[in-house]
């Protein structure tokens, strides 16, 4: 029998393993050349794998949520027309390879099919819209348990009201003690956060530091910024305005605008200042950045910032609006809290977070006056930023955001 062997490709950053986090077909499929394989897991987004040429489908290399080698064999077909297989090795050679089985055949589908329904059980992948994720959350209903009846085991509204009328939601409402526990097995983004976390920790010698901003002149300018913007605007948080007080201190502390390669032990420090903003999604916490923050304006910066944490929300960001960031900011919004200390987004040397505005009681000119505080919580990588440094660029940022007009001068 001829066969086609897919290797999973390199996908070009610099990465050595890759998960499958879905299936888009199975074996005994026949499929066309293009045609969308699976959706493979990257450090910074999910890529879809097309096919490289026509044929059926006789074996696929692992399971839904496992990792595979780059190099690896991804699906191997069946080429019926071995004309078309031919001129599709044409240009790829890299991740491509022909061969012939004579003596072997590929495993049939029930060889995988005999692994243990505990195993079946965690590779298993949910296909539902995040709408419906989200209902299944708030009810604290396993999607996994939800018959599907839409393509490849969809579920929709439909199928996951039908689960609830027939006594599927969870019975514990009243008080009663909980019993047992669930395993769950990282996957996917979450996998790639929980590793980017521990290597950031493992590796980098974080400090914060924490310093409170009276930003009481910058809300009331954000505030008459929105009454009187124009339709095409968008309405502006407090992070545009964080962005462009970075971009107006950074040059004076070229250090915590930069990355550093740990292995070479050299220092990039960038005059660019490209602006990470982690971003809370449905897969997990992503980094869309906002390019040449020092050539945009506030209503740019805000347009740019808004485009880009919902591409990523919506989970349509392309890998290359999700890597590159020179510094990275965050915000827990409303929830802020007084205090963080942020991890920093290897292998940058910075990372500032902001925290929840609020009135507070504040001493000026010997009376105790409410004002609009918020506290700036900075982590800085101290193999590169003295204690000292790290101090003097968050009051440099707090002496901006305290009197905004600075930030346009």
Known sequence: METYSFKLP???????????????????????????????????????????????????????????????????????????????????????????????????????AARSSTSDRVFQQVLASPSLRKRAREAGINLADVPGSGPRGRISHRDFEAFLAAGGELAVRGGAPGQGSTEVKLSGMRRVIARKMLESKRNIPHYSYIEEVDVTELEALRVHLNENRQ???????????????????????????????????????????????????????????????????????????GRLSTLAREGRAAPGELSGSTITITSLGAIGGIATTPVINAPETSIIGINKMQQRPVIRGGQVVARTMMNVSASFDHRIVDGYDGARLVQALKGKLENPGAIFV
């Open 10 to 112: 390199d996908l070009g950053e610099g990465i050595v393993e890759s998960e499958v986090t879905a299936w888009r077909v199975s074996v005994g499929d026949v499929v066309e050349e293009d045609q969308a394989l699976a959706d493979v897991q990257t450090d910074k987004a999910i890529v879809e794998v097309t096919s490289p040429v026509a044929g059926t489908i006789t074996a696929l290399g692992c399971e839904a949520g496992e990792m595979l080698a780059v190099g690896a064999e991804l699906v191997r077909f069946d080429v019926q027309d071995m004309e078309s297989a031919g001129s599709a090795d044409s240009g790829k050679e890299a991740t491509v390879t022909r061969e012939t089985v004579s003596s072997s055949q590929p495993p049939p589908p029930e060889s995988r």
């Open 231 to 305: 339709d095409s605007q968008p309405r502006l948080t407090l992070l545009p305005f964080l962005m462009l007080a970075l971009v107006r201190v950074l040059p004076s502390f070229p250090h915590c605008n930069a990355r550093f390669d740990a292995e070479t032990e050299t220092l990039i420090q960038y005059a660019a200042v490209h602006i990470g903003v982690a971003t809370m999604t449905e897969a997990g916490l992503m980094v869309p950045v906002v390019r040449h923050c020092e050539g945009l304006d506030l209503w740019q910066a805000a347009t740019e910032l």
